[in-house]
């Protein structure tokens, strides 16, 4: 058979760049966008609904199991649908209630669906339910397709099922699927049925890019406009490409590396607790749902968008300084959701009752866990190396702040405290997440091109290198590591350079004293 032609997207091999703007549309449009989403959100509704229906029923099929079998649970009894009584089959379990003795609604068995076909063409089944805008609800559809195929890829665990969109999880954006979306001048954006909305910053869409999606966010502060843009974008040069750096992140420190540098996490949530609390009793104090109400609930929402946004540009900015800076990467690979869990509860011995389990420790901890946001660098590092071809490293996280960097031993007593690391075996005393640092860099599967010595942290090579400020003074102490220095470390035998020691000498080469200011969206797939 023929091989098929390649479409224009096979063709256009070039990389691919999500950029933001604010909209402003005028009152009309905004009803207009408002009805779409409203709209929207049944057809998500629907097409989900198809689709659990067809999953339900191929598990059915595969295990030969039929729910109408028995007579014990399921019976025939009236219920009033619409004042009027209807005989269906339902549950007898939940139908009475004795001590009102009354009936309760039944609950109807559901009419087997149609649902003989591949998702996609039950998806568009489901989006001819309602009419507007054919290319919005076109886009609806693929993301609900996506988000369908990501929860049934084994490959993606964490991916979880899509839900049905209502009051507590609206429907908050809208994707034109095929990008009919032109923009107009430099100021304006034109859409089918909304015509031209008014947009800030288009000038920084190249001339001779191709707008792949257009999608219209509503966000707390506002609408906003999210293109995907297909162009030779610029790719900036690695500083130092043959060197290669670890990371740990933490709650006390953002990110610790095996040279040294640590940034203090930012907290950006606790700093606004004070200002969400009394913003937050001011609400409790509104009539529920009148104009008041609102006004005062979209000023909370624009509070934590405002908390959102300080994260993204923190670490934005970091992910950029690790993937500019370096040939490689290597992050701890820490699983996040089930690091921020409960306290497991302790029942007592006699089987009387619980015993303390440090519940309200543990809730501080999640707390902050949550306000750092440590697993945003782990995606943006990814995305951002792959665009400029770095390597990067997802380093199982076992025993790394237990075991000894100099020797290898592996102990609970070495961390003594959060910071402070000490080997009970040679006596190495070293700040506990840069040691957890460089176990990290000595894990790593590292390529050829890097020096796979083992690393070992030396004073003078930590004053050299650059810090997130743009570099420590020789003046000050070397005030990036917060814990004693290595006294334990092994001496290097005469006429033998140090491993960190040649790196420092490539970092003043590549002249990396200066802080790297680039923006949030740079290099971002």
Not at 117 to 126: E, K, V
Not at 278 to 307: C, D, M, P, T, Y
Not at 359 to 378: E, F, H, I, W, Y
Not at 438 to 460: C, F, T
Request: hydrophobic share 30%.
């Amino acid at each position: 058979m023929p091989k098929a032609k390649p479409t224009d997207k096979e063709k256009d091999k070039r990389p691919i760049k999500t950029l933001e703007f604010k909209l402003y549309p005028n009152q009309s449009q905004v009803l207009t966008l408002t009805d779409w989403l409203d709209r929207g959100r049944k057809v998500w509704n629907n097409g989900l609904a198809v689709l659990l229906e067809k999953d339900q029923q191929d598990w059915r099929k595969k295990v030969g199991f039929d729910p109408m079998d028995g007579n014990e649970a399921w019976q025939w009894f009236p219920n009033q649908v619409g004042g009027k009584t209807v005989f269906g089959l339902c549950c007898a379990i939940t139908f009475y209630n004795r001590r009102q003795n009354e009936h309760y609604p039944a609950c109807f068995i559901r009419h087997p669906q149609n649902v003989d076909g591949a998702p996609r063409s039950l998806i568009y089944r489901a989006t001819q339910l309602d009419n507007f805008c054919t290319r919005f609800k076109g886009g609806i559809g693929d993301d609900l397709l996506e988000s369908w195929k990501a929860y049934k890829d084994k490959n993606r665990p964490t991916a979880k099922l899509p839900k049905f969109k209502g009051k507590r999880f609206p429907l908050k954006s809208l994707s034109n699927g095929e990008c009919t979306a032109k923009i107009v001048g430099k100021t304006a954006i034109k859409f089918p049925l909304l015509g031209n909305i008014r947009t800030k910053g288009l000038e920084r869409v190249p001339q001779d890019s191709k707008i792949c999606t257009a999608r219209i966010c509503r966000k707390a502060s506002g609408w906003y406009l999210q293109l995907a843009i297909r162009w030779d974008w610029p790719v900036p040069n690695v500083k130092m490409p043959d060197v290669a750096v670890a990371i740990d992140p933490g709650v006390r420190f953002a990110t610790s590396t095996d040279y040294g540098r640590q940034v203090d996490a930012p907290q950006f949530m606790l700093k606004q607790t004070k200002k969400l609390r009394r913003e937050q009793r001011k609400l409790s104090r509104r009539k529920l749902k009148g104009k008041n109400w609102q006004k005062q609930a979209a000023k909370i929402a624009r509070l934590h968008e405002k908390v959102s946004r300080q994260r993204n540009a923190f670490w934005h900015k970091e992910s950029t300084y690790f993937v500019t800076s370096f040939g490689g990467v290597a992050i701890e690979d820490n699983n996040f959701n089930n690091m921020g869990r409960k306290a497991k509860a302790k029942p007592k011995e006699d089987g009387k009752g619980y015993e303390r389990n440090n519940q309200a420790q543990k809730r501080g901890l999640n707390r902050s866990l949550k306000d750092v946001a440590c697993s945003r660098l782990k995606v943006m590092v990814e995305t951002k190396a792959k665009t400029i071809n770095n390597e990067v490293h997802l380093v199982r996280s076992h025993h790394n702040s237990q075991t000894c960097s100099e020797c290898g031993h592996v102990a609970k007593d070495n961390r003594k405290s959060q910071s402070n690391f000490s080997c009970v075996n040679c006596g190495h005393s070293l700040n506990a997440d840069i040691n957890a640092a460089i176990n990290i860099y000595n894990r790593a599967d590292w390529s050829n091109r890097y020096n796979l010595h083992p690393r070992r942290l030396q004073v003078s090579d930590m004053e050299r290198y650059p810090s997130f400020d743009g570099g420590i003074d020789a003046s000050q102490k070397p005030a990036t590591v917060h814990g004693k220095p290595s006294n334990g470390t092994r001496s290097q035998q005469e006429g033998e350079s140090s491993p960190l020691s040649e790196i420092t000498e490539k970092s003043r080469s590549h002249g990396l004293a200066k802080p790297v200011q680039l923006s949030l969206w740079d290099i971002v797939a």
